[in-house]
C-alpha cells in the first residue's frame, strides 16, 4: 500500500478507490512495533488513509500483546463515531412528533385519520443519519426505524402526545411536529363496548390539546416547525399557523396535489419561512422531503 505495489486483488481494489479507506492492523506484536511497520502506517495516513488502533490479547503465534485487529463490532463503532463526529447534527437532539392519534369511543372503536407515519419517520431517519439524537413520538403505525439513535415514543391519544412531547421537549434544539393530532376527543369514552341497541347516535367532542401550540408557547432556543395539512387557502392559512403557533417555519402539503399527502411514499412540499418566502419542491419521495427539509432548516 504504501510503495503503490499492485500484485493482488485488494491491492488492486485500495489503488482503484477514490472513497476514504480504513485500515484495521493486524500484526504479531513485536512485528507490529517495529519502525519499518510503524513508518509505513504513518506514511499511509499522510495519503489520507485513516489506521485504526490495533487489539490486545491473545496473538496467533501464542503471545500475548499489542496486534490484534479490531473485532468486527469496534471496527463497526469506529467507522460510526468517525462519520457521526463529522455530521452536521452530531449532538443535537431531535423532537418528531409523527403519525394519527387515536381517541377512543369505547375500548373497541375510535376516531382516527389517515396518517401513515411515513413523514415522520424520514425525517427521524435524515436526523439520525446526520448525527442527530432523535425522539420520534408516534402515534399508532405500521413503519419501522432503522437507525440506533432514534429513540421510539409509541402513544396513542392526542392527550398522550401531548404528555410525551412536555417530557422531552424542552432538552431538544430542533422540534418537528408532522403528526396528524386529531382536533377532538370524545369527552367520556365508554368502560364497555356501545351495543347497537342502545340506539346512541351522536358523540359528545371536546377539544384535545395543541401539541405544537404548546411547543410554540414555550420556545426557548429550539428551532420549530410545524406541517400544515390544507384544501383550500392553502398558502395563506399555512402562514396564519406559522404565525399563531409561533413557529420558526412551517411545511405545507396539500391534499388536492396528486401522489401527496397521508399513505403514499411520495409528497409534494412548501417551506414556508417566518419572513413569508416560500420555497416549492416538485412531487418527489417523502425521504427526499425530508431531506429538503433539514436542509433548509440546517441554512436557517
Ligand atoms: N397539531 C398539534 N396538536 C393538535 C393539532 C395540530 O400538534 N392538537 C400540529 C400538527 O402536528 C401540525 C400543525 O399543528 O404540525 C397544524 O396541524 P393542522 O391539522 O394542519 O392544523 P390545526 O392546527 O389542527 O388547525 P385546522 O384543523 O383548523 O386546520
Not at 491491492?11 to 519502525?35: G, N, Q
Not at 511497520?37 to 506514511?43: E, G, P, V
Amino acid at each position: 500500500m504504501v510503495n503503490g505495489r499492485c500484485n493482488n486483488l485488494l491491492l488492486a481494489v485500495y489503488l482503484s478507490a477514490k472513497c476514504k479507506t480504513f485500515i484495521a492492523p493486524s500484526m504479531d506484536l513485536d512485528m507490529y512495533d517495529h519502525p519499518s511497520n510503524q513508518k509505513n502506517l504513518k506514511k499511509l495516513k499522510t495519503y489520507g488513509n485513516i489506521i485504526m488502533p490495533v487489539g490486545k490479547g491473545q496473538l496467533a503465534s501464542g503471545l500475548y500483546g499489542n496486534g490484534r485487529m479490531l473485532e468486527p463490532n469496534q471496527i463497526i463503532s469506529f467507522l460510526i463515531n468517525h462519520y457521526k463526529s463529522n455530521l452536521p447534527l452530531t449532538g443535537k437532539n431531535v423532537l418528531i412528533t409523527s403519525g394519527p392519534t387515536y381517541e377512543q369511543i369505547d375500548p373497541v372503536r375510535f376516531i382516527g385519520n389517515n396518517s401513515s407515519g411515513k413523514m415522520g419517520f424520514a425525517l427521524a431517519e435524515v436526523a439520525a443519519s446526520q448525527g442527530a439524537n432523535v425522539i420520534l413520538i408516534t402515534g399508532p403505525t405500521n413503519e419501522k426505524i432503522h437507525n440506533s439513535l432514534i429513540k421510539i415514543h409509541p402513544v396513542l391519544s392526542a392527550d398522550n402526545m401531548y404528555e410525551a412531547v412536555k417530557k422531552h421537549y424542552a432538552d431538544c434544539d430542533i422540534a418537528i411536529a408532522s403528526a396528524a393530532v386529531s382536533d377532538f376527543r370524545v369527552k367520556s369514552p365508554a368502560k364497555k363496548k356501545i351495543k347497537k341497541f342502545e340506539g346512541k347516535r351522536s358523540l359528545e367532542l371536546v377539544p384535545t390539546k395543541d401539541v405544537l401550540a404548546y411547543m410554540g408557547r414555550n420556545k426557548k432556543n429550539q428551532f420549530l416547525v410545524g406541517f400544515a395539512l390544507e384544501t383550500d387557502n392553502e398558502l395563506e392559512n399555512a402562514k396564519i399557523k406559522l404565525k399563531e403557533k409561533n413557529l420558526n417555519a412551517i411545511v405545507l402539503n396539500s391534499l388536492s396535489d396528486k401522489g401527496a399527502g397521508f399513505s403514499s411514499n411520495t409528497n409534494k412540499i412548501s417551506y414556508i419561512k417566518m419572513n413569508d418566502s416560500v420555497k416549492k419542491f416538485p412531487l418527489q419521495s417523502k425521504l427526499d422531503c425530508a431531506k429538503n427539509i433539514f436542509e433548509q432548516i440546517l441554512s436557517s
